[in-house]
């Protein structure tokens, strides 16, 4: 490669090759295309663009750009971020149904073996992978990845083209919640190849779960279904061909059955399912041999298993395969008469009925996915048609002829959307350009389907089948004939010796149409359903023929060509309803084998997909349009005279949106309707701005659940420790509804702190304590708990260098789970614990001892899976550090009763003697209960004063987002950082002077009332109740606030920055009183200065 490969403009690590989008080409003609095209697919790159449209080259080996990473990649990305992908389209595809509301659909096209059925997979693979979903819509997801090998089992073959030739169409609608969540879908499946059920070209094989049953029924499956092997059977043997490289039917077998079990098949139908695949083989094999210019069946014995397999009496089955009830008209008088069959009529009617039943098994396997999925209403979604492609066979029968004419009318749809819409579009809405020609195949499509003037090949054929007799001699030479006077001259039709020609986008097909065969198919469809209801009336079978027979006595095929046409008709419409997305899949051998480019046979298909007017149209034309008013709605988001909606006509707000984005003149038109963006480039400046915007708002939203979810856990935390407490020690009058908050150092602004942790190292908990050493002298240091252990961090003063003088932060012990032993407490009410590790103690005063030891008993737990042992004693000892030849030895706490809830240390020697009063009992409980729904009601308030003003402004103070759950400092912590609302909990400053004197102050408030605790509200942000009447104050001490506050409940006050107002009482919980517009209340004192 050398040093000089280009690389991707914005990916990393991603080499330029060619252009991704061949918008860019600097030559456009076909030679240049092909080449782009060839030169990303030799550098492994199968994607490039034509603007919104994705070319895709079938690679023929696993590309390694289909993991988790790329799915995360380009989920939220603009086109242009990344190298195209399929992901790009479908989470495009996404986006805009969200965004837009607008249903979407994608049309995938490519000649059969182009990787139509692998970019559908991808597709449904990525949506399941970035849409979110309860239960329910995990089920729905499975269903729809699983739908994938039950219909391929069923539908798919492997032809001399493809392995895994899908042999009908499909349109696989996912619908989404308005929450963007698959829930539901829906499938609609076309023209299944029949003919395949009972005869196969040379190198193919039947459909795949014939082979699949064959290879993977077990022993009892073979018994009960006479499984022999496949040359047995004259529906698999005609072609030789049994085996399909890098397939392994027995395997596929499994996952077959696997999916029906998902889809919710019950399991006797699921028996009875194998019984029809087994029955249509037995049928195959009952033979006629002419009696007399009668067919007969030539040996009975071949009769009775598959009318068992299909519960079919014997006899009436070798009646019916023999003979046609016909109704004839004579004078006037209408009477019934059986006519006999011959024997090539004999086989006709065994494998009309061998179709009939494989194409209704397959049909109810649709139905059985659409039920499994279905949706009562319909929201949002996304379609997905992978139809099976453009075809040319030796010999191209009505099958090949319908198929090709699905295609035809793809096609186009392209071209109505893509280069023909897209022009009258720009005439219409009177913007400046220049027409660009390019071939539209209406002209193919009247040809076939036209139904007068001059009548179209099938309405020829239909007439034809009309009038023919019923020995159909001479019927081809009539057709023939017919169709030369109708469209004979039509310069996309041609007849020669035994058919006709017809030129389709894609190529000349010779079609060969056995009119007789088409008749016959539809004639014995009479005789077929009458087989079909025959059957018991509580077999699996029956229901797969509902008609019923008395009435339905009109109930005949619809004509041969006006199924199909109606068929493809109603899709058009279903498409033209959505917003369409195009991936051009394109073949570039026939050799299945990865890397190998057939140059003339590339050129022929970028020829016919018309991708050189596609690329010309595109380029002269405008990337993007939309009408004013949904423009509007997508990007009134970014700026506040368009949110959240703009007042005034539509182009002017439009035309505001994009100035305030800055974007050229020449970038844009703006139509009648319509506003146009040349290059995708500049819309992208809209989507990235729009894509700020919101994400601003989720982060909001992000740390407003965060804050729900972290107060609900630390609720829970506070419960258990209490538990571990309760009983055994008496507890501090205001802690046990004290609200959790684990770190009470803010240690996410506190890197001197943070240096000694790993890089996302979790803080479970963080707090200044005292330390005691061996002469019981007291120092502070901070104490960290996390998943890791437990650090202790001092301060020393730099003794050298640089920063010589200086205070710094210096580890002082850290200490690992494994070497912990216990941790022992008084049964009093005091702060003390004792570490015991492994090497010496450790004589700790936190004023949070029960919620770190409750966080240290849970990791601890975690990391050794045993239990901390955690003692209560009234004297506790302690191993002191070995220091140099002193030190080492014990230590003792003595613990005992005096006055005052302050403990008092009186050090004698080796023992620390520690008074203070009784506690609350020590079988206090934590019985605070606050209701998610009053903390949601909660978050949401703080959100919805953050929407009210509409645009991405921020909340300017409503409401100190800490102050609920990390309000621990008892006093005013000085002047706020500038720049937004103090925070309170995670500030660094002074740490509560004395904590034993903070929960003094507070006592009367925090007391447990004697009906318990449950009608207490408010304790838990250690606020003072309002004031039970409020006084006057006539005149005292005023301030001003910093910062605006909106009251978040009755009892509290509002007000606006600069703000000046009474005070009418400093609390040291930090909530003050004061008094403004005559209303008395409460907020939160740092929000304001005394003056
Ligand atoms: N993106 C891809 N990566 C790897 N292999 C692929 C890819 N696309 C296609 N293939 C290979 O090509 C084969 C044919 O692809 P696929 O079945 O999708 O063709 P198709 O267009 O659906 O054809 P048909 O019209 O016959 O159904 C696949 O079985 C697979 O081996
Ligand atoms: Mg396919």
Do not use: L, P, Y
């Given at each position: 490669m050398g040093g000089k490969a280009k690389y991707h403009w914005q990916s990393q690590n991603v080499k330029q090759s060619g252009v991704d989008d061949m918008v860019l080409l600097s030559k456009i003609t076909e030679d240049a295309i092909v080449d782009n095209l060839k030169k990303r697919y030799m550098d492994d790159y199968i994607f490039t663009y034509i603007g919104p449209v994705l070319i895709s080259v079938n690679p023929f080996k696993q590309m390694p750009y289909f993991t988790d990473r790329e799915i995360e990649l380009y989920q939220g990305a603009a086109q242009y971020e990344n190298p195209p992908h399929i992901y790009a389209l479908t989470d495009n595809m996404y986006r805009n149904m969200m965004i837009d509301g607008e249903n979407q659909c994608v049309i995938i096209s490519g000649e059969s073996g182009a990787g139509k059925t692998v970019a559908a997979k991808y597709i449904m693979g990525y949506i399941s992978k970035v849409s979110g979903g309860g239960s329910k819509v995990q089920h729905v997801k499975e269903i729809i990845l699983q739908s994938n090998p039950l219909l391929e089992a069923f539908g798919n073959a492997k032809t001399v083209r493809n392995n895994n030739s899908s042999r009908f169409g499909k349109y696989f609608e996912i619908q989404f919640s308005r929450g963007g969540e698959p829930d539901g879908g829906k499938i609609s499946n076309f023209l299944l190849e029949k003919s395949r059920v009972v005869s196969q070209n040379e190198n193919e094989r039947n459909f795949h779960i014939y082979y699949q049953l064959i290879e993977g029924a077990s022993a009892q499956q073979r018994e009960a279904l006479g499984i022999m092997t496949p040359d047995y059977y004259y529906y698999l043997n005609q072609s030789g061909t049994y085996k399909v490289d890098g397939t392994n039917d027995s395997k596929d077998f499994q996952e077959t059955m696997e999916a029906m079990q998902v889809i919710g098949i019950p399991g006797d139908i699921q028996t009875q399912v194998l019984q029809i695949v087994a029955g249509i083989l037995h049928l195959g094999n009952i033979s006629f041999i002419e009696a007399g210019n009668y067919g007969q069946v030539e040996s009975t014995d071949l009769l009775a298993f598959p009318a068992y397999l299909l519960g079919i009496d014997p006899n009436r089955l070798q009646d019916k395969l023999t003979s046609r009830k016909m109704d004839s008209k004579w004078g006037g008088k209408s009477e019934s008469i059986n006519v006999t069959l011959n024997q090539e009529q004999a086989n006709y009617t065994r494998d009309a009925l061998a179709k009939a039943l494989y194409a209704r098994l397959f049909d109810y396997l649709v139905e059985s996915i659409n039920k499994a999925i279905q949706k009562p209403h319909e929201e949002f979604s996304i379609g997905v048609l992978d139809i099976y492609g453009f075809e040319i066979f030796q010999r191209n029968g009505f099958e090949q002829f319908c198929i090709n004419f699905v295609n035809e009318k793809l096609q186009q749809i392209f071209i109505e959307l893509t280069l023909k819409a897209e022009q009258e579009e720009y005439v219409q809405e009177g913007i400046k350009w220049t027409p660009i020609e390019y071939f539209n195949n209406k002209i193919v499509c009247d040809l076939i389907e036209n139904k007068l003037n001059p009548p179209g090949i099938m309405s020829v054929l239909d007439d034809v089948c009309a009038t023919m007799?019923?020995?159909?001699?001479g019927a081809d030479g009539t057709l023939l004939q017919k169709l030369q006077a109708a469209v004979g001259t039509h310069e996309h039709f041609n007849s020669w010796n035994s058919g006709f020609v017809i030129h389709h986008y894609a190529g000349k097909v010779r079609c060969l149409l056995d009119v007789a065969l088409i008749k016959h198919q539809r004639l014995v469809f009479w005789g077929v359903l009458k087989i079909g209801t025959?059957?018991?009336?509580?077999?699996f079978i029956r229901s797969l023929f509902p008609e019923n027979l008395n009435t339905d006595k009109k109930a005949r095929p619809t004509t041969a060509g006006s199924k199909i046409k109606k068929q493809a008709n109603d899709l058009v419409n279903t498409l033209m309803k959505c917003t369409p997305h195009y991936i051009r899949c394109i073949k570039p051998n026939e050799t299945k084998r990865p890397k190998d480019w057939e140059e003339s046979r590339v050129r022929h298909q970028v020829e016919y997909l018309g991708l050189r007017e596609n690329i010309r149209v595109r380029r002269a034309g405008f990337a993007y349009r939309r009408l004013f008013s949904k423009f509007l709605m997508r990007y009134a988001i970014l700026t506040a005279e368009t949110w959240p909606c703009w007042r005034g006509p539509e182009q002017q707000g439009v035309l505001h949106l994009l100035r305030s984005v800055n974007m050229d003149n020449d970038q844009y038109q703006m139509g009648r309707t319509k506003v146009f963006v040349k290059n995708p480039e500049s819309l992208f400046l809209l989507e990235e701005m729009r894509e700020r915007k919101f994400d601003t708002f989720a982060r909001i939203i992000q740390k407003a659940w965060r804050k729900f979810i972290a107060r609900k856990k630390y609720e829970q935390m506070r419960e258990e420790a209490s538990d571990i407490l309760y009983n055994s020690k008496e507890r501090r009058k205001n802690s046990i509804n004290r609200n959790f908050v684990g770190d009470y150092l803010g240690l996410e602004q506190r890197p001197e702190l943070r240096q000694f942790l790993a890089k996302r190292e979790r803080v479970d908990f963080a707090d200044s304590v005292n330390k005691f050493d061996r002469r019981f002298k007291s120092i502070k240091r901070d104490l960290i708990l996390t998943p890791k252990g437990i650090y202790l961090i001092g301060r020393e003063k730099v003794k050298k260098g640089p920063e010589k003088g200086q205070i710094k932060e210096v580890l002082k012990r850290k200490m690992e789970f494994g070497s912990i032993s216990s941790v022992s407490l008084s049964t009093r009410q005091d702060d003390f614990f004792v570490l015991h590790e492994a090497q010496y103690d450790s004589l700790l005063e936190s004023n949070f001892k029960t919620e770190f030891l409750s966080l240290l008993s849970k990791r601890y737990e975690e990391v050794t899976k045993r239990k901390l042992t955690i003692s209560f004693g009234d004297r506790l000892e302690f191993r002191v550090k070995k220091e140099g030849w002193g030190g080492g030895g014990t230590r003792i706490v003595v613990f005992q009763k005096g006055p005052g809830d302050l403990a008092q240390l009186k050090p004698g020697g080796k023992t620390l003697s520690v008074t203070i009063g009784d506690g609350l009992p020590k079988s206090s409980s934590s019985l605070y209960h606050r209701t998610a729904g009053l903390l949601l009601k909660h978050t949401f308030r703080s959100l919805s004063s953050v929407h009210q003003n509409g645009g991405a402004k921020f909340p300017r103070g409503p409401h100190n987002p800490q102050a609920d759950i990390t309000y621990s400092s008892p006093q005013k912590q000085g002047r706020p950082l500038q720049g937004g609302p103090p925070k309170l909990g995670s500030q660094r400053g002074p740490r509560p002077p004395a904590p034993n004197q903070y929960n003094q102050r507070n006592l009367d408030f925090l007391n447990v009332p004697d009906q318990g605790m449950k009608q207490r509200k408010r304790s838990i942000t250690q606020r003072p109740p309002p004031a039970p009447k409020p006084q006057p104050r006539p005149q005292g001490p005023r301030c001003r606030a910093l910062y605006q506050y909106v009251g978040q409940d009755t009892d509290e006050i509002s007000f606006e920055v600069n703000d000046v107002f009474d005070l009418v009482k400093e609390d040291a919980s930090g909530w003050w009183t004061g008094r403004i517009g005559g209303k008395e209340g409460l907020f939160p004192g740092n929000y304001v200065e005394k003056i």
């Open positions: 007799h019923a020995k159909g001699e025959s059957v018991n009336c509580d077999n």
